[in-house]
């Protein structure tokens, strides 16, 4: 199989499904930044997490490539079978949440992003997961789009912040409270 197929050079791509669609097309625009947030979490994978770490975020990583599959069909005309996220997989991500959220001192204030390369990872992958959530939203205003999608995307940020924190609680990382100036 080649890698490049020169089907795209007019600016257009396709879906599953084979309905073809300007590159800037929001579904490119929503599949194409689940995998910019998919990538951020391969390098924070990379890093010295330790194996549970490691291993959850491997399961995220499948779950976001399923959710790529997911906006990148076009289910009018496509035949294929595209796995499914589901509740379990948001449950993956509270029970995940409320662990790590009770080895974590509690939180009364907002954070200043850093402490530690690693914890920085989590925030830029936490702000893109964010920046996913908007785009879907915006998706589903003109496709029907899996709840379960939304609630994961929006979970799944929320898992990204409490994981810079065990993360910079591991390594000894210090967390800034934001102190407003009023």
């Known amino acids: 199989m080649k890698i490049y197929t020169k089907t795209g050079d007019s600016g257009t791509t396709a879906l599953i499904g084979g309905t073809r669609v300007p590159k800037y097309d929001l579904r490119i625009h929503c599949y194409g930044t689940v995998d910019e947030l998919s990538s951020w979490i391969g390098l924070i994978r990379d890093q010295e997490v330790g194996t ?24 009018s005309v496509s035949k294929n079978l595209i796995p499914e996220i589901s509740e379990k997989d948001i449950h993956f991500l509270e029970d995940e949440i409320d662990s790590m959220t009770k080895e974590l001192p509690e ?4 954070l ?9 990872y989590c925030h830029i992958a936490r702000t893109i997961c964010r920046r996913v959530e908007r785009i879907v939203i915006q998706l589903s205003e003109e496709h029907n789009i899996n709840p379960f999608i939304l609630a994961y995307l929006n979970r799944l940020s929320d898992y990204l912040f409490v994981l810079s924190r065990k ?16």
């Open 167 to 182: 993360i910079g609680q591991d390594n000894n990382a210090k967390e800034i409270l934001w102190k407003p100036r009023i």
């Open 112 to 120: 200043l992003s850093g402490g530690n390369t690693i914890v920085s």
């Open 107 to 110: 939180l009364k204030s907002f």
């Open 52 to 75: 549970k770490i490691a291993n959850d975020l491997v399961e995220v990583l499948d779950r976001l490539f399923t959710i790529e599959s997911i906006l990148a069909c076009d289910t």
